[in-house]
């Protein structure tokens, strides 16, 4: 079904547009060049299909015709075209931000075999990624045996850095998307990035150190140091939960920057890479304030 | 900017509709009885903007009536007005996911203090949440007391649970919200989830077992007793990634069960949930097994 009529010369280049309201509306005896609109937006032939999706969502059109390099008309795109992409680029990203590759079914009609494939993949990447953990958490084997303490709160502190991470990076990979922050803003995210993680992680820190503070008081859970134990966690968190923060953020702006998609920043991949920093950041605050 | 010409009856009462085009290329001397057509897709006056989002594309309208119970006609839904509520309720849907509240405003035009507000809120619960983890730890201290290398592999078991957890949940929100999968659907997917969960959980814990053996040859890092340490990581991660992902794919049916969006069984928040339980799993092989 046609939506507009486009007006182009011999060249099939684009002159002007008129819709089928306006050319029934029209005076009779008026010749199109009266009645069709010059100032046509359109858009190029290679640009990409979100871009094109924003640029119909934006100016409220029922389609926008793609034109070379030359101004000569080559297509036209609907917008019933881009709510299926709107639809699907949304989808994929949402797929790829928890850790999987986007599939290409819905649920239901995906057999076992590449469900299972699309997941594992990452699965598998994850993990490998992970046992850094284990080698991390082996160079500081000492520590732990000293005070046992330690590894009650290591789970605590690498998930509120992966999940301030996570929400950063979100937020980055979304605003990126819908091109409400383009690359080179990353400077201004950055400072903002700084300012709010440090907040937080001032705040998480402080319930930590509640935390311990009463279950000391209540059931005398760690020992005679728990003043100690209970400032290792506020200041671990409270850095933990920074770097998290900073890390997620610019994480989907350099994969941006080398023509990666940034919505593989996902919340996963993210946690990942803030757990293992997150228990080299943990010990060694461990090594100056409990031991 | 009209789309169509609907026709009504004295009571409002939608009889049909004609497009400008057809009113345009129809002879000159018809009626509109005979132009129109009859069959009319229309909504309900009280249905949510997602279904009328799902109507409009299936059907690629450019705009759909909205009708009372009498079949009266109250307004249009566009497809433009659409295209806005596909990409809103999609970043809605991610940054939930992402364990935080839905931002109304875009990234950069957002001040400090709601940004940090909508932040702050979840990542709170859900270290209230995680603080479960170091009262699961807490009850192992001796167990780790005894067998130190024990520590090294809970960031290593509860981030694979985790992971394979909320891969589960993202892809059974995204699929409910878009009607792939309906609520009685459950038992079906259960079942594909247990199979698949099994199948990842299997993989992984293979993975990890060759890991321990390889660093074990190499770097004999895991003592005497590195077969049982090796078959405690692999058990636990089978049990700990089936139990993720079950956890994680039921989640959003209750949820949605229980009227709640099932967008709420954000990645951080199966995260959590599966790190207590993980632990414990964890652990308890490991009494079996090693101890």
Redesign the interface.
Known sequence: ???YIYVLDREYRLLGVV???E??MGPAEAIVQEIMQSEVISVAEDQDQETV?AV??QH???AVPVVDQEGRMKGIVT??D???V??EE??E???K????TA?EM????TG?LP??KQ??G???V???G??L??TA??YY?QE??RA??L??????I???G???G??A???????LA?G??RLR?WW??FR?EC??GA??GA??GC??LI?ILVWQGLFH?YGAHYVRVGLTVAMSLTGV?LWGTLAGSMLPFVLQRFGCDPASAS??FV??LV?VTG?VIYFSVANVVLL
């Open positions: 079904m046609p939506y819709s089928f309201r050319l029934f999706a119909i969502a409220d059109l029922l917008v019933d881009v709510i299926d709107v639809r949304a989808t990203d949402i797929q931000l928890a850790g999987m599939l819905p649920y239901l009609r076992f469900l299972f997941r594992i990452w699965l598998i994850l993990f490998l992970e046992m953990t284990a958490i082996g084997e732990i045996a046992v303490v590894a009650l709160f290591v789970p605590l690498i998930s509120s992966g999940n301030s996570s929400q990076s979100t937020l980055m990979v979304r605003a819908l409400e922050v803003d201004r995210v903002r300012l709010t907040t937080m705040v998480l319930v930590g935390r859970t939960v919340a996963p946690a990942t757990d228990l």
